[in-house]
């Protein structure tokens, strides 16, 4: 079984092996782009390379990008702990082109690392394209070799954009079949939204930007921007159907458990925790200080989303700080930023935990008597507005808690 370090370090040498610089992963704030709360894909850093303002001494670039999708456009932090797949934290693998190579080679090098360098079976994998992009559905029909039956063709799912501006052009997704016992159809089918066919790597053939007024012109030189999320493709080397079971993540799981005291490891308490322990460590590294505003307040709202979800675990004491020891176990040699800055990591989170202690219970008591006197279903706003003023619960952790007891705000 390959672990998650293994596959990222296996994807970093087959792309420098093939010409490509290995570039660090930025920060999760970007510097270059203010229409973004965090850096959200690989390709952010390389936004204005893509654009022609920028010129790098390489035409080919492979990168492990830490991304947050909890804020702005891309918020996934309300369906963490609810689904398999969704995280505020995650590793983007990429490979990029300016001007260099384009349809041919990026599909190529997808199918031999794919197929070759993971080994996985071609009869498990699923390709799409756009319906209006004939180049690439020949390449995969007549220079791959794919199945014709495990191509499908789509249109808007296969057109992709970072914002409501910007770089932009179709792209081929490949899927992995997780096998008739799954429940779900392929891509393009009327059930393709369930679980059987999971995306596990984007390939964005990036030919236009996209303006202001939505008029779409020609790159100065077509590009590659391709994004497979480490955690999804670990989960479909490691044999499991869950990210959450992967070996990066129940290491986390089991550390957490441990700390709280709690013998169900398979609570989706211990997969939220284990998942905002990532993005809070993380976005604090990169100099994201708990605030009420902007950033910091994103990172507060995932910070006290986990205190109560360790809170609905039974913990009455300062625990969540106690994981980033074992976060530096599994992602510290990648990222050995995380132990040099481990006590001022733990005094951030720490000192958030403390703050938010004083008001935990007593906001707990308030929202839990609402809801048992509610004569309905919904939430009245001044209970919201009172939860949020007096004891520091952001209108998500509400919803949260709320969503748990099918009361709507």
Not at 167 to 177: A, I, K, L, Y
Not at 300 to 319: E, N, P, Q, T, W
Request: with cysteine.
């Amino acid at each position: 079984m390959m672990k998650s370090a293994e596959i990222r370090r296996a994807f970093l040498d087959y792309f420098s092996d093939k010409g490509h610089a290995v570039i660090s992963s930025s920060s999760l704030v970007p510097k270059n782009d203010p229409s973004l709360l965090f850096t959200n894909a690989g390709m952010v850093q390389f936004k204005d390379v893509f654009l022609g303002k920028d010129k790098r001494e390489y035409k080919r670039a492979v990168s492990s990008q830490r991304c947050v999708r909890a804020g702005g456009k891309h918020n996934d932090l309300e369906n963490v702990g609810y689904t398999a797949r969704h995280h505020t934290f995650f590793e983007m693998l990429g490979n990029f082109s300016f001007g260099d190579y384009f349809k041919r080679d990026a599909i190529q090098f997808a199918w031999e690392f794919l197929t070759g360098v993971l080994a996985l079976p071609a009869d498990r994998l699923w390709v799409t394209v756009h319906v209006g992009d004939q180049e690439a559905e020949d390449i995969w029909l007549n220079e791959i070799g794919i199945d014709p039956s495990r191509i499908s063709r789509l249109d808007e799912d296969n057109f992709w954009q970072m914002g409501e501006t910007g770089p932009c052009g179709p792209c081929t997704e490949v899927f992995w079949d997780h096998g008739k016992q799954v429940p779900g159809g392929p891509p393009g089918s009327l059930d393709d939204d369930l679980d059987r066919y999971i995306e596990i790597w984007n390939l964005v053939f990036m030919q236009f930007e996209r303006g202001s007024n939505g008029e779409m012109v020609e790159l100065p030189k077509p590009a590659i921007d391709t994004g497979m999320g480490l955690e999804r493709i670990s989960a479909v080397m490691q044999g499991v159907h869950s990210n959450y079971d992967i070996d990066l993540f129940k290491h986390l799981i089991n550390s957490a458990a441990k700390i709280l005291g709690c013998s169900d490891i398979n609570n989706n308490s211990l997969k939220v925790i284990a998942d905002h322990i990532r993005s809070c460590a993380f976005l604090a590294m990169d100099g994201v200080m708990p605030s009420n505003e902007g950033r910091g307040y994103v990172l507060r709202r995932i910070i006290r989303r986990a205190l109560r979800h360790g809170h609905k675990l039974g913990s009455d004491s300062l625990f969540f700080h106690q994981l980033i020891p074992s976060l530096i176990e599994v992602m510290g040699d990648a990222y050995p930023e995380l132990e040099t800055q481990q006590n001022r990591l733990s005094s951030i989170i720490r000192s958030e935990e403390e703050q938010f202690a004083r008001t935990l219970d007593n906001g707990m008591q308030v929202l839990n008597d609402a809801i048992d006197a509610m004569p309905g279903k919904v939430l009245e706003g001044n209970i919201i507005f009172q939860l949020y003023d007096t004891f520091g619960f952001p209108a998500d952790l509400t919803n949260d808690i709320a969503r748990e007891r099918s009361v709507e705000l």
